[in-house]
């Protein structure tokens, strides 16, 4: 393991450094050898004027008018011919071009998005400058001024395609390269729905989003602020690699968004989109019979209207859009038994049920007395016939129990054995508001703020036991939220070839979220002593118990959540930003530079990650396991034995953070040929290390003191002396050749920077720290015992006072998260080779390869690791075959204990590799430590098939071939390579077309071209538009059932928990079986007997000697495919010569094909659970069994 780097002297931020940046912004735009630049707010015209002859014509004036504000600007064609015009709102212009002895010649219909250039060259015929030629063409197809990767959404494509919830971020899907990653931020601080969707092998959160022109994105989700209302969407860009030097903070590419602006012309829309269960199809695999479908109502509506307030000067657009969302949903989750719940309240404890094969699915769970042996399994006793005497079991429990339903389903089973329903609800209102000013022909400016606000509630699924909840995303409690977003900013043109704009943003995300009953002391009733304690506002509720149960007859690797899944969680989060650009045109080259500073805040009261405050309780069976048997949770309850127990204390509730970024950039396109284009820039990117807000607020652990650094204490200011570093620049680079008139190549490398995931380089860690708040981790002393009784309670947490000198000595059972002492900024080096080839006038073809390699990243899974976790050299394996290892502890001359093989508890630790790190500080917590360490890698091949909208068609087709790598963080500071592997989220395959079609009848149609106008009314007016997804499997890890006898680093299930490899034959054994009518589950792998014993083979798998790991590698065999198919149908009624009434019927997954979820990954659990499916893919993956939309719009 590499230690975070040693304290060096604390540096502040000289004056210095923002001088110097201008410098070097200056230096490289004046002095290097500078078509269009990327715009975040605007686009570009650029051309080249000739005459018939093909010579060039300098000094043609060309005028670009924008044809529904009625504004225009004019320039010169330099001594090349050539022009171009920058800062261009998002619209549709004309461009018209005169000069002496030549006809004026005008093309019209030339389309500009935000960050593209069309480029319009114009051939001027001899004759009269009076005469007039229009110029008719297709809009360019072929990428000539950049190298960018990129997908251009125009507004008929977010309009007309099917799109479920009308959610914006959902069209990063048309983008080659992207899938979702099968799960999502919770509803509860997520209320905008934004989808979690990885970019070139590059997981979500490092996205990053701009709405006109400002910073869109939270750095601590990751998520859109604004997920804008589809109906204020201008266009949309997706640029997945090789972005300019404007932009930055993204390391899985760039969403740009812009919303719609006033005209001289009024235009407006309403709408209702509604759907409910009576449209939806069911779940053949856990909904089951009639009426299996719980109820569900969805309408969103809305509308907009925009226009003119002053003719070509001043002009308005605003819009609402609401939701009425009620969710039914259906819990299939496990309880005890009938006969369990009866005996466990009334007096001897019965479980005799568990070891009934009948009712278990061949499994039996046999409970033995962990008082028989406190250190490990041989010798413990058994309870006879599985009962418990009434005088063991803790009273809390018994308590809990009684408010814990009877089970309701399965026959007598004892897993699955309780299905809830229950509904919530889920409403939510957002409007913006946008004005632009063209104040002089040289001088826009223009204006937007949106507010969004969101209410969510559910009911948990076990009443008064608590549990999950019937909201959505599982959630129990209410939750309210309020997102605002502002932008304003401005154009001027000091000359012809000097430009500048400025912006301002600002973003507020609030989210209040409380648990059931979140202010009564609830704990406390059943019996716990030192849950709710304190302010019950916070402390309140019931306290969560996570209970180890039988699942399928997986001897009891999965957990049931009782109590309280959701609690009081306050967070205010923003952030204001000044950009500054300047744009300075010489000759062929286009020189453009600017800044872009940030300042940020965050202020959270409530749960440190998940570690509720009124506390976690685990329970899991191998406290009461043996020899043989892995025991059952639900015993381990009864008994009161608490294996673990996490909650957040609080000392102070106003602590919160800030944060500096400061971007500046330069960067030139210079036109080298006709046909060659050159693209260079620098960008430099200073994350200052966040601070908090006052003396005390906040420490950091060193992990080379085991102190934490207190804040505004003992020489330490309000960033801990975190070290920053200043040396992130970012080149990019981009070579555009125009081979011949119909062919481009296109190369590209660029280094971007990212911010990290929640907490990583702000937020989450500073004021979740001694002493502003801790997280209490009590830790059984093995795997096998229990740490103290539930009777008794969790001991209390008193804070200490804090040292003069600053710095507090982090005690044992205390967890505390912690970063790098020198930020660790996420990395990645991405480069691309693309041919774009066109193939007619609205139709091309583009093949490319793209590659990355990222560094200081987020796992693939978390973006945290535990370095106190227990090596596996030194395992427990005395009664093992020869060859396990045993190392001795040299402090004690025997063989390590579990808590000595923790590297922070006696510093003598090392893994099997010999490494060896850590101190003596005595702990045996878990520590959360953001190290931003992983390693990620990144090969595609991507196709995209491209018709531009002619004779009422379009579409839009893309296959990528991606292999994508990255480190897990099990195992990783004592061998990082042991969880190297696929990516978890990374589909090989994926294949994306999406079109829209006006079908050929009606007036002026290929079909009935001539009809009376009430006959067109009836046959004309029908859209198809439609999604295509074919994608492959997701990579899954197997397992075998008895791991946890062979190493205690990973639990069954868990990714280091793998078999060996047999032979090269892994994974021929899987294939998509028939569907069990009875049991409603899909075989994908056949169950193998048990791997009972060291180097047993069976299959193509076979048993690890006890102490080491099994030779497969991570995410090695891939499960099944998804296949999924979103159709829509479009009416028109042209009512009046502007106005138009559309009914339109949606189908999702519209001929209901069930995507298979992943099979359970364990190889020898046994036939009723090895290798099967039990449900679909997950409604995060984008697909669920078919549903039904209906809407209708109005538009004028």
Same mark, same amino acid.
């Given at each position: 393991?590499?230690?975070?780097?040693?304290?060096?002297?604390?540096?502040?931020?000289?004056?210095?450094?923002?001088?110097?940046?201008?410098?070097?912004?200056?230096?490289?735009?004046?002095?290097?050898?500078?078509?269009?630049?990327?715009?975040?707010?605007?686009?570009?015209?650029?051309?080249?004027?000739?005459?018939?002859?093909?010579?060039?014509?300098?000094?043609?004036?060309?005028?670009?008018?924008?044809?529904?504000?009625?504004?225009?600007?004019?320039?010169?064609?330099?001594?090349?011919?050539?022009?171009?015009?920058?800062?261009?709102?998002?619209?549709?212009?004309?461009?018209?071009?005169?000069?002496?002895?030549?006809?004026?010649?005008?093309?019209?219909?030339?389309?500009?998005?935000?960050?593209?250039?069309?480029?319009?060259?114009?051939?001027?015929?001899?004759?009269?400058?009076?005469?007039?030629?229009?110029?008719?063409?297709?809009?360019?197809?072929?990428?000539?001024?950049?190298?960018?990767?990129?997908?251009?959404?125009?507004?008929?494509?977010?309009?007309?395609?099917?799109?479920?919830?009308?959610?914006?971020?959902?069209?990063?899907?048309?983008?080659?390269?992207?899938?979702?990653?099968?799960?999502?931020?919770?509803?509860?601080?997520?209320?905008?729905?934004?989808?979690?969707?990885?970019?070139?092998?590059?997981?979500?959160?490092?996205?990053?989003?701009?709405?006109?022109?400002?910073?869109?994105?939270?750095?601590?989700?990751?998520?859109?602020?604004?997920?804008?209302?589809?109906?204020?969407?201008?266009?949309?860009?997706?640029?997945?690699?090789?972005?300019?030097?404007?932009?930055?903070?993204?390391?899985?590419?760039?969403?740009?968004?812009?919303?719609?602006?006033?005209?001289?012309?009024?235009?407006?829309?309403?709408?209702?989109?509604?759907?409910?269960?009576?449209?939806?199809?069911?779940?053949?695999?856990?909904?089951?019979?009639?009426?299996?479908?719980?109820?569900?109502?969805?309408?969103?509506?809305?509308?907009?209207?925009?226009?003119?307030?002053?003719?070509?000067?001043?002009?308005?657009?605003?819009?609402?859009?609401?939701?009425?969302?009620?969710?039914?949903?259906?819990?299939?989750?496990?309880?005890? $038994? &009938? =006969?369990?719940?009866?005996?466990?309240?009334? @007096? *001897?404890?019965? %479980? /005799?049920?568990?070891?009934? !094969?009948?009712?278990?699915?061949?499994?039996?769970?046999?409970?033995?007395?962990?008082?028989?042996?406190?250190?490990?399994?041989?010798?413990?006793?058994?309870?006879?016939?599985?009962?418990?005497?009434?005088?063991?079991?803790?009273?809390?429990?018994?308590?809990?129990?009684?408010?814990?339903?009877?089970?309701?389903?399965?026959?007598?089973?004892?897993?699955?054995?309780?299905?809830?329903?229950?509904?919530?609800?889920?409403?939510?209102?957002?409007?913006?508001?946008?004005?632009?000013?063209?104040?002089?022909?040289?001088?826009?400016?223009?204006?937007?703020?949106?507010?969004?606000?969101?209410?969510?509630?559910?009911?948990?699924?076990?009443?008064?036991?608590?549990?999950?909840?019937?909201?959505?995303?599982?959630?129990?409690?209410?939750? $309210? &939220? =309020?997102?605002?977003?502002?932008?304003?900013? @401005? *154009?001027?043109? %000091? /000359?012809?070839?000097?430009? !500048?704009?400025?912006?301002?943003?600002?973003?507020?995300?609030?989210?209040?979220?409380?648990?059931?009953?979140?202010?009564?002391?609830?704990?406390?009733?059943?019996?716990?002593?030192?849950?709710?304690?304190?302010?019950?506002?916070?402390?309140?509720?019931?306290?969560?118990?996570?209970?180890?149960?039988?699942?399928?007859?997986?001897?009891?690797?999965?957990?049931?959540?009782?109590?309280?899944?959701?609690?009081?969680?306050?967070?205010?989060?923003?952030?204001?930003?000044?950009?500054?650009?300047?744009?300075?045109?010489?000759?062929?080259?286009?020189?453009?530079?600017?800044?872009?500073?940030?300042?940020?805040?965050?202020?959270?009261?409530?749960?440190?990650?998940?570690?509720?405050?009124?506390?976690?309780?685990?329970?899991?069976?191998?406290?009461?396991?043996?020899?043989?048997?892995?025991?059952? @949770?639900?015993?381990?309850?009864?008994?009161?034995?608490?294996?673990?127990?996490?909650?957040?204390?609080?000392?102070?509730?106003?602590?919160?953070?800030?944060?500096?970024?400061?971007?500046?950039?330069?960067?030139?396109?210079?036109?080298?040929?006709?046909?060659?284009?050159?693209?260079?820039?620098?960008?430099?990117?200073?994350?200052?290390?966040?601070?908090?807000?006052?003396?005390?607020?906040?420490?950091?652990?060193?992990?080379?003191?085991?102190?934490?650094?207190?804040?505004?204490?003992?020489?330490?200011?309000?960033?801990?002396?975190?070290?920053?570093?200043?040396?992130?620049?970012?080149?990019?680079?981009?070579?555009?050749?125009?081979?011949?008139?119909?062919?481009?190549?296109?190369?590209?490398?660029?280094?971007?920077?990212?911010?990290?995931?929640?907490?990583?380089?702000?937020?989450?860690?500073?004021?979740?720290?001694?002493?502003?708040?801790?997280?209490?981790?009590?830790?059984?002393?093995?795997?096998?015992?229990?740490?103290?009784?539930?009777?008794?309670?969790?001991?209390?947490?008193?804070?200490?006072?804090?040292?003069?000198?600053?710095?507090?000595?982090?005690?044992?059972?205390?967890?505390?998260?912690?970063?790098?002492?020198?930020?660790?900024?996420?990395?990645?080096?991405?480069?691309?080779?693309?041919?774009?080839?066109?193939?007619?006038?609205?139709?091309?073809?583009?093949?490319?390869?793209?590659?990355?390699?990222?560094?200081?990243?987020?796992?693939?899974?978390?973006?945290?690791?535990?370095?106190?976790?227990?090596?596996?050299?030194?395992?427990?394996?005395?009664?093992?075959?020869?060859?396990?290892?045993?190392?001795?502890?040299?402090?004690?001359?025997?063989?390590?204990?579990?808590?000595?093989?923790?590297?922070?508890?006696?510093?003598?630790?090392?893994?099997?590799?010999?490494?060896?790190?850590?101190?003596?500080?005595?702990?045996?917590?878990?520590?959360?430590?953001?190290?931003?360490?992983?390693?990620?890698?990144?090969?595609?091949?991507?196709?995209?098939?491209?018709?531009?909208?002619?004779?009422?068609?379009?579409?839009?087709?893309?296959?990528?071939?991606?292999?994508?790598?990255?480190?897990?963080?099990?195992?990783?500071?004592?061998?990082?390579?042991?969880?190297?592997?696929?990516?978890?989220?990374?589909?090989?395959?994926?294949?994306?077309?999406?079109?829209?079609?006006?079908?050929?009848?009606?007036?002026?149609?290929?079909?009935?071209?001539?009809?009376?106008?009430?006959?067109?009314?009836?046959?004309?007016?029908?859209?198809?538009?439609?999604?295509?997804?074919?994608?492959?499997?997701?990579?899954?890890?197997?397992?075998?059932?008895?791991?946890?006898?062979?190493?205690?680093?990973?639990?069954?299930?868990?990714?280091?928990?793998?078999?060996?490899?047999?032979?090269?034959?892994?994974?021929?054994?899987?294939?998509?079986?028939?569907?069990?009518?009875?049991?409603?589950?899909?075989?994908?792998?056949?169950?193998?007997?048990?791997?009972?014993?060291?180097?047993?083979?069976?299959?193509?798998?076979?048993?690890?000697?006890?102490?080491?790991?099994?030779?497969?590698?991570?995410?090695?065999?891939?499960?099944?495919?998804?296949?999924n198919t979103d159709l829509g149908l479009t009416k028109k009624f042209f009512l009046t010569e502007k106005l138009n009434m559309q009914l339109q019927a949606q189908a999702f997954n519209a001929f209901n094909h069930a995507n298979l979820g992943q099979p359970n990954a364990c190889v020898d659990c046994g036939s009723t659970t090895s290798?099967?499916?039990?449900?679909?893919?997950?409604?995060?993956?984008?697909?669920?069994?078919?549903?039904?939309?209906?809407?209708?719009?109005?538009?004028?």
């Amino acid at each position: 393991m590499s230690l975070p780097d040693r304290p060096r002297p604390a540096r502040c931020f000289s004056s210095r450094a923002p001088l110097a940046a201008l410098l070097l912004i200056f230096a490289f735009g004046f002095f290097s050898s500078s078509s269009a630049f990327a715009q975040a707010v605007y686009g570009s015209i650029f051309g080249t004027v000739t005459d018939n002859t093909g010579a060039v014509v300098p000094g043609a004036t060309v005028t670009i008018t924008d044809t529904t504000k009625g504004t225009s600007v004019n320039v010169q064609t330099n001594p090349t011919g050539d022009y171009r015009v920058d800062h261009l709102i998002p619209d549709t212009y004309s461009v018209t071009v005169a000069a002496s002895g030549f006809q004026t010649s005008a093309v019209p219909g030339v389309v500009v998005y935000a960050d593209t250039a069309p480029k319009v060259n114009v051939k001027l015929e001899i004759g009269s400058a009076t005469t007039t030629v229009q110029v008719t063409g297709a809009a360019p197809l072929l990428q000539t001024d950049r190298a960018d990767v990129s997908t251009v959404l125009n507004t008929r494509a977010i309009e007309d395609l099917p799109n479920l919830g009308r959610n914006f971020t959902s069209f990063e899907l048309l983008t080659p390269g992207t899938t979702y990653i099968g799960w999502s931020v919770g509803q509860s601080t997520n209320p905008q729905q934004s989808q979690q969707i990885e970019v070139n092998g590059q997981l979500p959160f490092a996205t990053g989003y701009e709405l006109d022109g400002t910073d869109n994105q939270d750095p601590i989700q990751g998520v859109a602020v604004i997920n804008p209302n589809l109906d204020a969407v201008s266009e949309m860009k997706v640029t997945s690699q090789n972005y300019d030097a404007e932009f930055g903070k993204a390391v899985a590419g760039l969403v740009t968004a812009q919303t719609r602006s006033g005209s001289n012309d009024f235009h407006g829309s309403a709408f209702e989109f509604r759907r409910t269960d009576a449209q939806q199809a069911r779940d053949p695999f856990t909904q089951i019979g009639s009426g299996s479908i719980p109820s569900f109502v969805h309408n969103q509506f809305g509308g907009s209207l925009g226009g003119r307030i002053f003719k070509d000067k001043l002009f308005f657009f605003g819009d609402y859009q609401g939701l009425r969302e009620k969710t039914g949903t259906t819990i299939l989750t496990t309880v005890p $038994t &009938a =006969l369990a719940h009866t005996s466990c309240t009334t @007096g *001897d404890c019965n %479980l /005799s049920d568990y070891l009934n !094969t009948s009712l278990s699915g061949g499994s039996t769970y046999q409970v033995y007395d962990p008082e028989t042996n406190t250190s490990g399994l041989t010798g413990r006793t058994a309870f006879t016939d599985n009962i418990i005497p009434a005088s063991r079991l803790s009273t809390p429990a018994i308590n809990l129990m009684k408010d814990m339903p009877l089970p309701n389903y399965g026959n007598g089973s004892i897993y699955d054995n309780y299905a809830g329903s229950g509904s919530g609800g889920f409403n939510t209102d957002q409007f913006d508001v946008r004005i632009d000013y063209q104040i002089t022909p040289k001088f826009h400016t223009f204006g937007r703020y949106t507010r969004f606000n969101s209410n969510l509630d559910g009911d948990p699924v076990f009443g008064a036991a608590g549990g999950p909840g019937y909201g959505l995303s599982d959630f129990a409690g209410t939750d $309210t &939220a =309020l997102d605002q977003s502002v932008a304003a900013g @401005g *154009d001027y043109a %000091l /000359s012809n070839s000097w430009l !500048t704009d400025f912006r301002f943003g600002w973003f507020r995300l609030h989210i209040n979220e409380e648990g059931p009953d979140y202010d009564q002391a609830l704990g406390t009733a059943l019996g716990i002593p030192g849950v709710n304690q304190g302010d019950l506002s916070l402390t309140g509720g019931l306290p969560q118990f996570q209970i180890g149960v039988p699942s399928n007859g997986s001897n009891g690797s999965s957990t049931v959540t009782y109590g309280t899944s959701a609690e009081t969680y306050l967070q205010t989060e923003s952030q204001f930003q000044g950009v500054n650009n300047w744009t300075h045109s010489v000759g062929n080259h286009n020189i453009k530079f600017g800044a872009d500073i940030r300042y940020a805040m965050n202020h959270l009261v409530g749960v440190n990650n998940n570690n509720l405050l009124s506390g976690q309780f685990e329970f899991p069976g191998t406290v009461t396991s043996g020899t043989g048997s892995q025991g059952l @949770g639900f015993a381990t309850f009864m008994l009161g034995d608490v294996y673990s127990f996490y909650r957040t204390e609080l000392q102070n509730t106003s602590a919160a953070e800030r944060q500096k970024r400061m971007f500046f950039y330069a960067q030139d396109q210079w036109r080298a040929t006709q046909t060659l284009t050159l693209s260079y820039g620098l960008r430099w990117e200073l994350y200052f290390p966040e601070s908090v807000a006052g003396k005390g607020q906040g420490g950091l652990l060193d992990l080379n003191t085991g102190d934490v650094r207190i804040a505004g204490y003992g020489g330490y200011n309000n960033s801990m002396n975190v070290n920053m570093e200043y040396a992130h620049l970012a080149p990019r680079l981009g070579v555009a050749w125009q081979v011949r008139p119909n062919t481009v190549v296109r190369a590209g490398y660029g280094r971007v920077y990212g911010m990290g995931w929640s907490g990583d380089t702000f937020g989450e860690v500073l004021t979740f720290s001694y002493p502003t708040a801790i997280v209490q981790n009590l830790n059984a002393p093995n795997s096998y015992y229990y740490n103290f009784n539930l009777t008794d309670g969790p001991p209390s947490y008193t804070f200490p006072s804090i040292p003069t000198n600053g710095n507090y000595v982090l005690p044992d059972g205390i967890e505390q998260p912690t970063r790098p002492l020198t930020m660790r900024i996420p990395t990645l080096d991405a480069w691309n080779f693309m041919v774009q080839q066109q193939l007619s006038a609205t139709s091309s073809l583009q093949i490319g390869y793209i590659g990355s390699h990222g560094i200081h990243n987020m796992f693939d899974s978390s973006n945290q690791a535990n370095p106190n976790q227990n090596t596996l050299a030194g395992f427990d394996c005395s009664n093992a075959p020869a060859g396990c290892n045993l190392p001795i502890n040299p402090n004690t001359g025997v063989a390590y204990t579990y808590d000595e093989r923790l590297p922070y508890y006696d510093g003598t630790a090392q893994s099997e590799l010999g490494v060896k790190f850590g101190a003596p500080y005595g702990w045996t917590q878990s520590l959360r430590y953001n190290a931003n360490q992983a390693t990620t890698s990144y090969q595609a091949l991507q196709v995209v098939y491209e018709k531009r909208f002619s004779q009422g068609f379009q579409l839009l087709s893309h296959y990528t071939w991606s292999h994508a790598r990255a480190n897990e963080s099990d195992y990783f500071f004592m061998n990082s390579r042991a969880d190297y592997g696929n990516s978890y989220y990374n589909r090989r395959n994926v294949f994306v077309t999406a079109g829209n079609w006006d079908l050929p009848f009606g007036k002026n149609k290929l079909v009935g071209s001539n009809v009376p106008g009430w006959v067109n009314q009836i046959i004309g007016g029908f859209v198809l538009n439609g999604t295509l997804t074919w994608e492959g499997g997701l990579p899954f890890t197997p397992y075998y059932s008895l791991c946890t006898e062979d190493q205690d680093v990973d639990g069954a299930g868990g990714t280091l928990c793998r078999p060996n490899k047999v032979g090269s034959q892994l994974g021929a054994d899987m294939h998509i079986g028939s569907f069990d009518p009875v049991a409603h589950t899909v075989r994908y792998f056949p169950n193998y007997p048990t791997l009972a014993t060291a180097g047993q083979v069976e299959g193509p798998y076979s048993r690890p000697n006890p102490g080491t790991f099994g030779n497969i590698e991570r995410d090695s065999l891939w499960g099944p495919g998804l296949i999924n198919t979103d159709l829509g149908l479009t009416k028109k009624f042209f009512l009046t010569e502007k106005l138009n009434m559309q009914l339109q019927a949606q189908a999702f997954n519209a001929f209901n094909h069930a995507n298979l979820g992943q099979p359970n990954a364990c190889v020898d659990c046994g036939s009723t659970t090895s290798g099967l499916i039990n449900d679909i893919v997950a409604s995060q993956d984008g697909t669920s069994m078919r549903r039904l939309q209906f809407s209708a719009r109005f538009q004028f």
